[in-house]
């Protein structure tokens, strides 16, 4: 199974810190915030990897290069940013025969058990509860509990759902 990580955003909100550094390599808890993910997912069993760059983007496959060699990645860079659906699609040529993936978002620390969240025979996405969900991807539940539709960072949302955390597709 692929892991695919977009880390194309500016990092608008976390100005000034992301005017030379992308938001994907500001250290928390002492390291970049990509790497709690990779290693989280490598943790888990992943080595196959796409990540999807644009702003600063040669210095995250810089970082990756220099502190992965052991993994298989490949990067795809994204010149529009249009959300993380046009993220995905220009990396299909790179994930359309995986019967599986994971999709990781390049700029959320997660705490949860890889192995179990693997484990699920369905396809999930990590949600949370926020304050203010204008400022995320928000989703729409039906009455069985089950994800109808995703909004980003709708201006009037739905709900108070975000996903934050990483997505596991069975295609």
């Known amino acids: 199974m692929k892991a695919i990580i977009p880390v194309a955003g500016i990092g608008t909100r976390l100005r000034p810190h992301t005017h030379t550094q992308p938001k994907a390599l500001i ?3 002492g390291k970049p915030i990509l790497a709690h993910i990779v290693d989280s997912l490598t943790d888990a069993g992943f080595k196959d990897f796409v990540f999807i760059i644009g702003y600063l983007g040669e ?3 810089s970082y990756v290069e220099d502190n992965y060699k052991h993994l298989n990645c490949t990067f795809v860079t994204q010149t529009v940013r249009e959300g993380i659906g046009h993220a995905l ?3 299909k040529e790179h994930i359309e025969n995986e ?4 999709i990781a ?3 959320t620390v997660f705490d949860m058990n890889m192995k179990d969240y693997m484990m699920t025979e369905h396809s999930a996405l990590g949600t949370k509860k926020v304050e203010d969900p204008r400022r995320f991807g928000v989703v729409e539940l039906g009455a069985d509990g089950f994800i109808t539709r995703l909004v980003e960072k709708p201006s009037i949302p739905v709900s ?4 934050t955390k990483s997505k596991r597709l069975i295609c």
């Open 160 to 163: 108070n759902m975000a996903y």
């Open 99 to 102: 019967d599986e993936l994971l």
């Open 59 to 61: 210095k995250i496959q």
């Open 105 to 107: 978002l390049g700029d």
């Open 27 to 29: 250290p928390v808890a």
């Open 89 to 91: 699609w220009i990396a």
